[in-house]
Every structure is written in C-alpha cells, then in structure tokens.
C-alpha cells in the first residue's frame, strides 16, 4: 500500500518561507513524476511544480523563481521549498506520486500566508 504523508505547512507572513515534504511509503523512485499541486477555497486543484524520476522539473508560472522542488531518492521523499510567499499562495497543498497504473495522493497540508 503506497502512503503520502506531508509536512512543513503553516502560518507565515508575506514575503517568509515554508519548506514543504511529503514522505513517501515506497521507494519514490517507482513512480515516474513526483509533485506538488495546491488548492485555494472556491478554486481547482492547480498543479505547483513537478519532477520527473529523470530530473526533469516544471514550474507553474506562478511560483517560477520562488519555490524549487527537489527529490531525494534515498530518503524517499519530495520537497518544495517557497519562499517569497504571498497571500495568493495560501491553499491546502497536496503531494501527488504517479505510476504507470495509478496516482497517488497525500492528505494535504495548509499553508496560510497573511498580508
């Protein structure tokens, strides 16, 4: 059974930095893409920034030079570091790990940004 478990969010004023994790229960490397998408009240899951199991990364235009996302095979995880945060960040930010036969998603963490 593969397991997604976040950690890192918070409250931070804007302009502050979050680091982000999300622990996988099996070897990451098994699935093809790693990421992180996010959710804001009212609006669609949107993706935030994604990595392959070949290092190629992308970045919504949004957080292009703010968040970087990193993958650490031997510890299993996948990371977001934000910094620069704004109010237009906050939303529940979710880990998602895919494999040639399913997705798999974590059960989110809050990050909240006051102005």
């Known amino acids: 059974q593969v397991h997604l478990v976040e950690s890192g969010g918070g409250l931070v004023q804007a302009g502050g930095s979050l680091r982000l994790s999300c622990a996988a229960s099996v070897s990451i490397g098994s699935f093809s893409t790693t990421g992180w998408y996010r959710q804001a009240p009212g609006k669609q899951r949107e993706l935030v920034a994604t990595i392959t199991r070949g290092g190629s990364i992308n970045y919504a235009d949004s957080v292009k030079g703010r968040f970087t996302i990193s993958r650490d095979n031997a510890k299993n995880t996948v990371s977001l570091q934000m910094n620069s945060l704004k109010p237009e960040d906050t939303a529940v930010y979710y880990c998602?790990?895919?494999?040639?036969?399913?997705?798999?998603w974590g059960q989110g963490t809050q990050v909240t940004v006051s102005s």
């Open positions: 998602k790990a895919e494999s040639f036969m399913y997705d798999y």
